[in-house]
């Protein structure tokens, strides 16, 4: 019998400035696997920081594209080796519904349709408990907003299957709760 060996794909999401793309990078490391980047940074720097709904579908269309070919290299690397890897994954479909929620008040069908799709094996729910740090394309400053945020995403993993955990403190906490997180469903 010929089993093949599915890799786990482990989602790291929150509101922007919690260490989403610190932590996607220490996982990647500390397992020697691959992460899938945010497209998003890359496509605002390019194009600005000026979005309308038609850029979150491009966002959302080339974080999928993005996230498809990230599985297609590990998933081979995997029928290769035999050594089962987690692919890290910075940002998923319910970053975007979120976020065309929070700016433009509703979320595209496609979005919709696309979350339906989603199979992933963890989410790791970053908190805003650090401090918020300025860069180019960051949005919410204030404590409001961030809270306003993580109560959302917490809300749609509330009511999900997917297992998930809500990674805090500081940054050697955060790498360590997301390590145990991801221990455990490595050992399913």
Not at 134 to 163: A, G, S, V
């Amino acid at each position: 019998m010929n089993t093949k060996l599915a890799l786990k794909k482990i989602v790291v999401i929150g509101p922007e400035s919690t260490g989403k793309s610190t932590l996607c990078v220490y996982l990647a490391d500390y397992y020697n696997t691959l992460s899938c980047p945010e497209f998003a940074r890359e496509y605002l720097l390019e194009n600005g920081t000026t979005y309308t709904v038609d850029d979150l579908m491009t966002i959302a269309k080339g974080q999928l594209e993005a996230q498809k070919k990230h599985v297609d290299l590990l998933q081979t690397q995997i029928d290769q080796t035999g050594i089962v890897k987690p692919l890290i994954i910075d940002t998923d479909m319910y970053v975007m519904k979120v976020w065309a929620e929070y700016v433009f008040g509703n979320c595209p069908t496609f979005i919709l349709d696309e979350i339906n799709k989603q199979q992933y094996d963890l989410y790791l729910l970053c908190k805003p408990d650090i401090p918020w740090v300025k860069d180019e394309l960051r949005e919410y400053p204030d404590e409001k907003p961030r809270q306003e945020l993580f109560q959302m995403y917490k809300d749609i993993l509330l009511n999900q299957q997917t297992p998930w955990v809500e990674i805090s403190g500081g940054f050697e906490a955060r790498n360590q709760k997301a390590v145990a997180a991801i221990e455990a469903i490595l050992a399913r």
